[in-house]
Nanobody
Framework: QVQLVESGGGLVQAGGSLRLSCAAS????????ILWYRQAPGKPREFVAA???????SYVDSVKGRFTISRDNAKNTVYLQMNSLKPEDTAVYYC?????????WGQGTQVTVSS
C-alpha cells in the first residue's frame, strides 16, 4: 500500500522559514520522482517543486530562490525547505508521486504565513 505523509507545516511570520517533509512507504522510493503542490483557499492546486530520481530539481517561478527541494533515499523522505516566506505562500501543501501508472497524494499540511 502506497502512502505519503506530509508534516512540518505551521504558522510563521512573513520572512520566516519552515521545512516540510514527505515520508513515503509502499514504493521503491529511490525509483520515484516526488512533487510538491499547494492549494490556497478558493484557488486551484498548483505545482510548487519537483525532484527526480536523479536529483534534478524544478520549481515554480514564484518560489525560485526561496524554496529548496531535496531527498534522502535512506529515509524515504523528501523535504521542502521554505525560506523568506510570504503571506501568499499560505496554502495546504501536498506531495505527490506516481507508481505503476497511478497517482498518489498525501493528506496535506497547512502552512500559514502572517504579515
Amino acid at each position: 500500500q502506497v502512502q505519503l505523509v506530509e508534516s512540518g507545516g505551521g504558522l510563521v511570520q512573513a520572512g520566516g522559514s519552515l521545512r516540510l517533509s514527505c515520508a513515503a512507504s509502499g514504493i521503491t522510493f529511490s525509483d520515484n520522482a516526488i512533487l510538491w503542490y499547494r492549494q490556497a483557499p478558493g484557488k486551484p492546486r498548483e505545482f510548487v517543486a519537483a525532484i527526480t530520481t536523479y536529483g534534478t530539481r524544478s520549481y515554480v517561478d514564484s518560489v525560485k530562490g526561496r524554496f529548496t527541494i531535496s531527498r534522502d533515499n535512506a529515509k524515504n523522505t523528501v523535504y521542502l525547505q521554505m525560506n523568506s516566506l510570504k503571506p501568499e505562500d499560505t496554502a495546504v501543501y501536498y506531495c505527490r508521486t506516481s507508481y505503476l501508472s497511478r497517482e498518489y497524494w498525501g493528506q496535506g499540511t497547512q502552512v500559514t504565513v502572517s504579515s
